[in-house]
């Protein structure tokens, strides 16, 4: 696909709202790479599935509250959602307490919208360098959600320029809707749910994240 390798692509599957009983075909196929927005909702299912899956990356993809930063540290194999100066400070500082090494993404609001996470592209030079230098922060890449009712593309190859002028290789961009147009430009991780495990209702019973 766009002249690319599959070895070059991580397809994140996106497990949110489903029970382990339903991520567990998956697992037995051999899939190792699984998303989760909520700290409490993969807390609740993960530990057992990683025993019972050894080899298990678990990406946390959806916001993330620094009162929930320890528990992600230890549970999470990856954050995509670093976004601002305090949450960063926090990660930094439970991953030398933990002794850990998450591959770390900063998201970008791209689409600079009022209800959305993410930096603003015209401060994401200056917020990646204080990850970086001011926190030691070993930042891998950027990440992104484009509005609904915009063409991606657009938002893709802005959050592949910000990434390329701060060397930064990796890209979390694209879902089921969009991922082939995100893989064409450079994409090396995209969250697929939908396509993968087809609709579902959101989980609105967990509070407090």
Known sequence: M???????????AVSKTLPG????????????????????EAKAKWPELKMQFPGCKLHLIGPLQTNKVAEAVRL???IHTIDRPKLARVVAEELRKQERQLELFIQVNTGEETQK???LPADADSFIRTCREDL?????????LPPIEEEP???FALLAKIAKRNGLPKLSMGMSGDLEKAIALGATHVRVGTAIFGARAPITHLKGE
Do not use: K, W, Y
């Open 2 to 12: 766009a002249n690319r390798q599959n070895s070059d692509i991580t397809l994140i």
């Open 117 to 119: 996470s993410g930096v």
């Open 136 to 144: 030691g922060l070993d930042i891998a890449g950027l990440m992104c």
């Open 21 to 40: 009983a339903d991520i567990a075909p998956l697992l037995r196929a051999g899939h190792r790479e699984f998303g989760e927005n909520r700290v409490q």
């Open 153 to 155: 593309t657009l938002h």
């Open 76 to 78: 999470f194999d990856a």
